[in-house]
């Protein structure tokens, strides 16, 4: 008989939240360019695992996007 082998696993790196790195306390709506990297192609709000923030600038991040997308700097939906 032969030994098992473990199996590798695939560990991947932790994402670090980019507003505590630059120590930003509110996400402002009218920086569209910064909401624009936290929207996919169809005009949805990234989640979290894939963005890489954390919970309390997720949920400002979110308010700010829905913020914008109100006064006409986001759309709705892409065309």
């Known amino acids: 008989m032969e030994a098992a082998t ?3 696993r695939f560990r991947r790196k932790k994402k670090i939240c980019a507003f505590c790195a630059d120590a ?3 996400v402002d709506y009218k920086q569209v360019e910064v909401l624009g990297r936290y929207v996919n192609e169809y005009g949805r709000i990234r989640p979290r695992r894939q963005s890489g923030t954390c919970a ?5 991040l979110a308010l700010a996007i829905k913020r914008a997308r ?9 065309d």
């Open 56 to 60: 309390r600038h997720q949920r400002s």
């Open 70 to 78: 109100h006064i006409a700097l986001l759309p709705f939906v892409a």
């Open 6 to 8: 473990p199996k590798k």
């Open 24 to 26: 930003i306390v509110n």
